[in-house]
């Protein structure tokens, strides 16, 4: 099976596990194991960050972002395609006690125009508008990613008017390695970043939210009432260093093969068309008479595992275990696939 669903398919490597075994370990609730905090540490540094904070999740580090970053009756400010709008089962909400202004920008990216209209004025009647979100890479987006030079008016006007700025950065790495831009200087531009270790990165689990000192330390208490306080998490903490110090950079490997079978798409007679491709994500749409519904199952039965991502389009992830004879594999079914086979 050639699993396209998602790059949180991703097993450890031998390598990884090898490390994994030999890692030092103690009680991370009580702040004693030694290879959480090396992580920890490490992974601040990387941004130029005061500290940050082991979670089991990428949506636990999204939520206690949202909790640092605001109070009760507060809004946030993202785009419409959001993780944290869609798939954290509006924990926003639930968590935070805030609601959410939506802007519908073009492919999850927004503008700082979109977000100046979108800041409230500060009366008792309104919300008060207190945080940006901004996802790099878009998942929903197609893998599309924002520059620092297009991040930079929307920080300085969240500065301006006293608002925070939180990055989604899942797959910030796959955007990373695109741009040349550092670590550090993603750092200079948000109040707050989660990254996840447990996807193209190929850790089992893990994700880290930084920020700065007293933040984190809120988070840390957040984190423990979220239930993601862990004991001997420095297994889980040894896969994210490992994948830290070596993975980084075969995200080129993911992103190129996602730009190929971009451009071989395009030459399908089923396909309409596909979302520019940034990143390890391809999203692309059916010709009219075609449902993304019947069209994944087919492809299933050919041994592409992929996901429907609407009525029409299909998205596949690009990742690590993904071997070359696969993508020999896919390339053949993909050219061989004809309208009338799909066709129900
Ligand atoms: C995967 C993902 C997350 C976090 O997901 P978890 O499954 O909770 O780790 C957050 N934001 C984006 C954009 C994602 O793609």
Not at 72 to 96: K, M, R, T, W
Not at 103 to 123: C, L
């Amino acid at each position: 099976m050639i699993n396209l669903i998602s790059d949180t398919v991703t097993k450890p490597s031998p390598a990884m596990l090898e490390y994994m075994m030999t890692a030092e370990v103690g009680d991370d609730v009580f702040g004693e194991d030694p290879s959480v905090n090396r992580l920890e540490s490490y992974t601040a540094r990387l941004f130029g960050k005061e500290d940050s904070v082991f979670c089991p999740s990428g949506t636990m580090t999204n939520q206690i972002a949202i909790k640092v970053n605001t109070q009760p009756l507060d809004e946030l400010i993202c785009d419409h395609f959001s993780h944290v709008y869609q798939y954290e089962a509006g924990g926003y909400a639930f968590n935070s006690g805030v609601s959410i202004n939506l802007i519908h920008g073009t492919n999850g990216k927004i503008t700082v125009d979109q977000v100046k209209q979108a800041i409230k004025p500060e009366f008792d009647w309104l919300p008060r508008s207190r945080l940006v979100v901004l996802e790099n890479s878009c998942n929903k987006g197609g893998g599309s990613f924002y520059t620092l030079d297009e991040i930079r008016p929307i920080r300085n006007l969240c500065l301006e008017n006293e608002l925070r700025v939180h990055l989604d950065g899942a797959r910030l790495f796959n955007v990373l390695v695109e741009t040349g831009e550092s670590p550090e200087d993603v750092g200079q531009m948000f109040d707050s970043i989660s990254i996840c270790i447990s996807k193209g990165l190929g850790a089992p689990v893990g994700s880290l939210l930084i920020g700065n000192e007293k933040d984190i330390q809120k988070a840390r208490r957040f984190r423990k009432v979220m239930g993601g306080g862990m004991r001997q998490a420095g297994y889980l903490a040894a896969a994210c260093q490992f994948a830290l110090e070596n993975n980084i950079r075969d995200l080129k490997i993911d992103n190129a093969r996602a730009a190929e079978i971009g451009r071989l798409l395009e030459k399908c007679s089923w396909v309409e068309e596909v979302r520019p491709v940034q990143t390890n994500i391809v999203i692309f749409r059916l010709k009219s008479d075609l449902k993304a519904s019947d069209f994944v199952p087919k492809l299933m039965a050919q041994g592409i595992k992929s996901s429907a991502f609407g009525d029409r389009e299909v998205r596949f992830v690009f990742h690590r275990d993904i071997t070359d004879s696969d993508m020999d594999r896919l390339r053949e079914i993909l050219l061989k696939l004809r309208l009338d086979q799909i066709d129900t």
